[in-house]
């Protein structure tokens, strides 16, 4: 083990690397005073060694690691890969291909939604992480030895969480969940942040189109601001502020100064005349032909039992083939199933079909119905549908012994 800190060291490690069927991957960051994340140290392994890369070593560039990051003869393993990729995308546009994650993997295999590092460390690797550096400031340097080695536990322990969970899905043959999952995660445009839709984080109850309006135009400039200066959105604007500028939507200095959580001295800056000028724009346009946010309606009152039924459903189903269900649907698909057999959530596609969105459906339909058998509940067909109900719809849901 070593720290890497020079190109040389890079150049040689990465070449090495290159040769192995797989690596592990993961970094650490500080992200409280930035918009974009800033990546303080990287930790890489193999078979034979693990190393930690310091991005910040005077002089060092990265390129030949992005590289390996782009090498498709090489499978990248992560666990919770979503924010090591949206650095790797925002400091240099690269997409580790191919991608395997192991939270999602074991979320799959039936480990539950979401689960920690630390848990699968536990369970898998038969070990305890040493937590006393988990907070810390991994820009300061130099890193402490305990430090380095906290990091390369979050690479070392990988070897061996992948190797159960790659056999627990060629076993179960569910190699492909996992890849119709990762092909989310290796699409650049999950993880870039487009200004015009930076108004869908704020939580928007008003159905002023004026206001809305306005909301719109003000996010979309906190966004801009934001990533222009490298800044946390709500250092530039708190949302409360925010809506609060929509709701009274200022039109000179003075009344924008006079806003709770703005002074008078941001009123008269530049950015307190863009945002004057984001109104002003706003205001000069007729309200007909304003957007319209549409909102989530309240489901129907007679979906209710639908909904009910759909639920002991999921849970039935995800216990009995041992996957999470938050894989499977989320309460508001459920919602969507419910009221509509169309409905275009991932649980009438693809694998989720197969497993849940077919039975779904035919419990819409009354052609399956639950019953109780030494004390579990399963799925039987009706007696109206008993000669057409396929028998795989009561074999599938019988409970494991």
């Known amino acids: 083990m070593s720290v890497i800190t020079s190109n040389d060291q890079l150049v040689a490690l990465c070449q090495r690397l ?23 140290l990287i930790q890489v392994a193999n078979e034979e060694e693990f190393h930690a890369i310091d991005p910040l070593a005077p002089g060092i560039n990265l390129d030949p690691f992005y590289d390996l990051m ?40 039936g480990y539950g939604d979401s689960i920690g590092y630390e848990k699968l460390v536990l369970s898998m ?21 305990r430090q380095i080695d906290y990091a390369l536990g979050d690479v070392t322990h990988l070897r061996v969480i992948y190797k159960k969970l790659n056999d627990q899905l060629i076993k179960t043959d569910r190699s492909i969940w996992l890849s119709e999952e990762m092909a989310d995660l290796t699409n650049p445009e999950t993880f870039i942040v487009r200004p015009e839709n930076a108004w869908k984080r704020l939580k928007i109850r008003s159905s002023n189109r004026l206001f809305n309006a306005v909301a719109r135009a003000l996010a979309e ?10 800044l946390p959105r709500n250092r530039v604007m708190r949302d409360e502020v925010l809506l609060e500028v929509s709701a009274v939507r200022p039109e000179h200095a003075n009344a924008l100064g006079s806003i709770r959580g703005l002074s008078p ?9 863009n945002v004057l000028a984001a109104v002003k724009r706003v205001l000069e346009q007729p309200v007909d032909s304003l957007p319209v946010i549409s909102r989530k309606r309240p489901p129907a009152q007679n979906t209710d039992p639908v909904m009910e039924l759909l639920k002991v459903l999921l849970k039935l189903i995800c ?5 999470a269900p938050k894989l499977i649907a989320s309460v508001d698909d459920l919602e969507k199933l419910a009221e509509s057999d169309q409905a275009d959530i991932p649980a009438l596609h693809g694998w989720r079909y ?3 969105g077919k039975q779904a459906l035919a419990v819409k339909r009354g052609e399956v119905a639950f019953s109780m058998k030494n004390g579990e509940i399963i799925l ?21 012994s």
């Open 319 to 323: 216990q009995n083939e041992h996957v």
């Open 354 to 356: 197969d497993l849940f």
């Open 18 to 40: 290159e040769k192995s069927e797989y690596i592990t991957v993961d970094t650490e960051f500080l992200r409280t005073k930035t918009y974009y994340s800033k990546l303080c």
């Open 70 to 109: 782009t090498n498709e003869n090489i499978l990248k393993i992560f666990h919770a890969s979503r924010q090591d990729i949206e650095i790797f995308v925002n400091e240099k546009g690269v997409v580790p291909k191919p991608l395997f994650d192991s939270q999602v993997a074991a979320m799959v295999c």
């Open 265 to 273: 001295q941001f009123s008269q800056s530049k950015s307190g005349q």
């Open 125 to 145: 690797a038969g070990a305890t992480l040493d937590k006393s550096t988990r907070i810390t400031d991994w820009s300061r340097r130099p890193l402490t030895q």
């Open 380 to 400: 039987i067909p009706t007696p109206a549908t008993e000669t057409d109900t396929p028998a795989e719809v009561q074999e599938s849901s019988q409970p494991e």
């Open 221 to 230: 400039w906190r966004e801009n601001e934001a990533q222009t200066r490298n």
